[in-house]
């Protein structure tokens, strides 16, 4: 052994020193950066696996809303809905079901929810239901025509439309679509049958309108409103305003 | 002569040997360490291999998957971070594709008139493949990216050191940096939910079922029915990733 290390030129030895030290180093390096458990499956720390699993579930998932909600997923399972969860419409409910009357969940009731399923596009598969919005009832929110736990369309009400569809479809369009017709035309029920010699009227006063869209009117804050006085005082109000479109 | 020769073979047996106890140190500190608990302890990984099915003909394109992921795993709002998001394509007359994703599809899709002859149009929700042999996994200079024991590829964000060198190796465009931690994030299956025996958010609130999940291997399970019933296609498949992300009714168009 003596003998071997005698062999050993001097410049190798002492080259040997640096080469002890970077060894060292390395190891003592790798000690303090390389984490404990990195290696343990694989080329990787073991702990991130955790890392990810402890993360919070958010959606609670189906199985947990029909444990108190089993009446109303009852009905959402026999109905075209059966495949639509209840999380898609009223949002993650993981903190509801922990603390169900701190955190409510809700329900979007606007408009714009629906048809982002339901609104046609070209790129849709066929015989998905559809409609185009904008002529589709406009201004009437989804859920007054259509339970969406059992969204079976309703057959639209077609007394006037059956005759009268060209302004059946402009007053969908607008303002007044939720005003049914005989609000403003008195109709016999001979109408039906004789319409020619039983015509509906139609207002003959301006305080017709102004019942609702006077200054002092009871109405919704989103009627319009005019000074009865001084605004046309000359004209009926359908002689200058078209009340099935009316303007704005 | 031959004492030299001998003594030559000795040092070079010495050598190997001191090298092999040096390896052994080096590998002992990579395996040794503390027990790692699991906290979702009946899991076993290795009895499991995740895949995703996504039947595109089913796919309605209302943008509720990308808005779950979004609300399920904290994903940054703002059109550039998804971990999910689809994507529609609309094939022209003359070949012609024009594909559009406006904020992931996350606010729907509007119609959008073509000059053209539309030859036929469809919506493909994208993620992470989550391939069996995984471009980004390879790349990661520091171990952050990994594949775990079920196949599920996962980020370490506190190794992660933000080069994005798997940003540009995944081929699917399914990384994005987090521009709170400035490290990589992508789809993760929800492995906290799929550890738990729930299926990932946007495989809970997909409304037509266009997209399943569950074992690749194994026998009957959901995604077992759908690889039977349909032809099935993947992502680029050319690249050799073999992917975990299999779809029905994939276009020759979808890249």
């Known amino acids: 052994m003596r003998n071997i290390l005698n062999a050993i030129p001097d410049q190798i030895k002492r080259l040997a020193i640096p080469v002890a030290l970077v060894i060292v180093g390395f190891i003592v390096m790798r000690h303090f950066l390389v984490p404990a458990d990195f290696g343990l499956y694989g080329r990787y720390r073991a702990g991130a696996v955790d890392e990810t699993v402890s993360r919070v579930t958010k959606y609670a998932g189906h199985k947990a809303c029909a444990e108190c909600h089993d009446d109303i997923v009852a009905v959402k399972d026999k109905s075209y809905h059966r495949g639509l969860e209840c999380e898609v419409c009223h949002g993650p409910g993981a903190l509801h079901i922990k603390d169900s009357g701190g955190s409510r969940l809700s329900a979007p009731k606007d408009r714009g929810y629906c048809p982002l399923c339901h609104e046609y596009l070209p790129s849709r598969p066929t015989g998905f239901p559809q409609i185009v919005s904008e002529s589709h009832n406009p201004l009437k929110p989804c859920v007054s025509c259509h339970n969406p736990h059992e969204p079976t369309p309703p057959s639209a009400p077609k007394e006037c439309e059956a005759c009268h569809a060209e302004i059946a479809r402009s007053k969908a369009r607008s303002r007044h679509g939720d005003l049914a017709c005989t609000l403003c035309h008195k109709t016999a029920e001979k109408h039906k049958t004789d319409p020619r010699n039983n015509l509906p009227d139609k207002p003959t006063s301006r305080d017709f309108c102004g019942a609702c869209h006077a200054e002092d009117a009871v109405a919704s804050q989103e009627v319009p409103r005019v000074d009865m006085a001084t605004h046309g005082e000359k004209y009926v109000c359908w002689q200058c305003h078209y009340p099935h479109l009316p303007e704005r | ?255």
Not at chain 2, 94 to 122: A, H, M, W
Not at chain 2, 182 to 191: G, N, P, S
Not at chain 2, 208 to 218: D, L, M, N, P, Y
Request: with cysteine; aromatic share 10%.
């Open chain 2, 1 to 255: 002569m031959d004492e030299t020769a001998c003594q030559r073979r000795e040092f070079l047996r010495q050598l190997l040997l001191s090298c092999f106890s040096l390896g052994g140190i080096l590998a002992g500190k990579g395996t040794a360490g503390p027990a790692v608990s699991r906290s979702a302890e009946e899991y076993d990984p290795r009895s499991h291999s995740w895949g995703m099915g996504i039947a595109i003909d089913k796919c309605i394109g209302c943008g509720r998957c990308a808005d779950a992921c979004k609300k399920e795993n904290d994903v940054p709002t703002g059109p550039f971070f998804f971990r999910t998001w689809i994507e529609r394509y609309v094939i022209l007359e003359g070949g012609e594709v024009v594909v559009d994703s406006p904020n992931g599809g996350l606010d729907g899709f509007k119609l959008q008139p073509q000059e053209k002859t539309v030859i036929r149009s469809f919506f493909v929700p994208k993620l992470c493949n989550q391939c069996d042999s995984p471009p980004c996994v390879q790349v990661c200079p520091v171990g952050a990216t990994f594949k775990t024991r079920d196949g599920v590829i996962l980020v370490d964000s506190k190794r992660c050191i933000g080069c994005r060198y798997c940003l540009q190796a995944c081929p699917y465009g399914a990384r994005f940096i987090d521009p709170r931690s400035r490290t990589a994030e992508k789809c993760t299956f929800c492995y906290h939910r799929i550890v738990k025996g729930l299926v990932p958010a946007c495989v809970e609130v997909c409304p037509s079922q266009a997209r399943i999940f569950g074992e690749t291997k194994g026998g009957a399970s959901p995604l077992a029915r759908f690889m039977r019933m349909y032809k099935i296609g993947v992502l680029k498949p050319s690249l050799n990733t073999s992917p975990k992300v299999y779809y029905a009714g994939l276009d020759m168009e979808v890249r």
